[in-house]
């Protein structure tokens, strides 16, 4: 509401809550002619924009999570390089990550890039977009055209988590303009705990695979033939298996004994998801270089779940006495 241009409808989607912010959301919009509210059954964040997509009016479309703040300026930004450009079909700006756990501030700053084709956005696209900090994983530093979020059928698709980064795969495959200036109008705060991240799901692996699946189709259809995207993909595969057995083979949610945790380690190292994996880092020579991931790794290629249960252990008492020190060093 303390936007400069002030010429914008918002959209707000009550994904059914529990708690009384659908009535915040009524107030606001009997309040303000210029904020709707629609109330649906809870889908999760992709449906819930898919909802709001359907319902907006405006020439372009902005995704904001509810924990960030955005520049004053935002729109106004927005509109100026909108115009400058003629219309692209994206627009994507910089931003800044603020660690709530450590308070720290990280800019995260994008060279100017103007593409006219998507030959041009193929060109750039491992360079300049592939990759969570190159913001392939996120929609709130970008706007979108809804012509052509419409014309070209995009939606989020239904995944507890990284919906954002398939419906951006799609996009990227699809534009045929897209404009990236350095001017950072997003702040992304990461929270440590009360995200997607911290919850359990117990379909998180496959979900993981599901991406690297969406990333691997571009680069086919892309015909990238760089090693540097492959590797990514695979590395950042790789670090999902380690999250899944790490934290959500172990969460408190889970409601598992130790001997079915054990049992679901195993599994997890025998899946053929997971062996894939290995080999493919494996013949790019992109195994983990680092001591602990490179351990890790070792003992999910010759399956040894005693092995990786002990490293784990020693990595979590490291992690205890790093904070405990670093807590008390502030």
């Known amino acids: 509401m303390a936007q400069s241009f002030t010429q914008y409808e918002v959209i707000l989607v009550d994904d059914g809550s529990t708690d009384d912010s659908g009535a915040l959301c009524d107030k606001l919009a009997s309040t303000h002619d210029n904020i709707s509210c629609y109330h ?18 405006g020439d372009y479309i902005a995704f ?9 300026t935002f729109l106004a930004r927005c509109r100026k390089e909108i115009e400058r450009h003629c219309s692209p079909d ?11 756990k450590y308070k720290s501030l990280t800019p995260i700053v994008f060279d100017s890039k ?23 994983g996120f929609v709130w530093n970008k706007v979108y055209k809804r012509e052509f979020i419409v014309d070209k059928n995009l939606t989020f698709p239904r995944l507890l988590i990284q919906q954002d980064e398939v419906f951006n795969i799609h996009v990227y495959e699809k534009a045929s303009t897209l404009v990236i200036i350095p001017d950072v109008l997003y702040h992304y705060v990461v929270y440590d705990k009360g995200n997607t991240r911290s919850n359990y799901i117990q379909e998180r692996l496959s979900i993981y695979n599901s991406v690297k699946e969406e990333l691997l189709n571009l680069y086919r259809k892309w015909e990238l033939d760089d090693i540097r995207a492959l590797k990514y993909i695979y590395r950042r595969f790789f670090n999902s298996i380690l999250f899944t057995m790490n934290y959500n083979n172990t969460h408190k949610q889970a409601k598992i004994t130790r001997s079915e945790r054990l049992k679901k380690l195993k599994m997890l190292m025998e899946c053929d998801e997971t062996r894939d994996c290995i080999e493919n880092l494996e013949k790019l020579n992109a195994v983990p270089e680092e001591l602990l991931p490179k351990i890790y790794f070792n003992a999910i290629k010759h399956q040894r779940c005693f092995t990786y249960r002990l490293i784990r252990k020693v990595e979590q008492s490291t992690k205890v006495i790093k904070w405990s020190i670093k807590k008390h060093l502030l």
């Open 40 to 57: 649906q059954e809870n889908a999760g964040s992709g449906p819930a924009r898919n909802a709001g997509i359907q319902k907006a009016q």
């Open 64 to 72: 904001f999570d509810i924990d960030d703040r955005i520049e004053t």
């Open 90 to 100: 994206v627009l994507m700006f910089s931003y800044d990550s603020f660690d709530d």
């Open 114 to 136: 103007v593409c006219s084709s998507n030959d041009e956005i193929r060109e750039i696209y491992v360079d300049h977009l592939l990759g969570m900090e190159k913001t392939n």
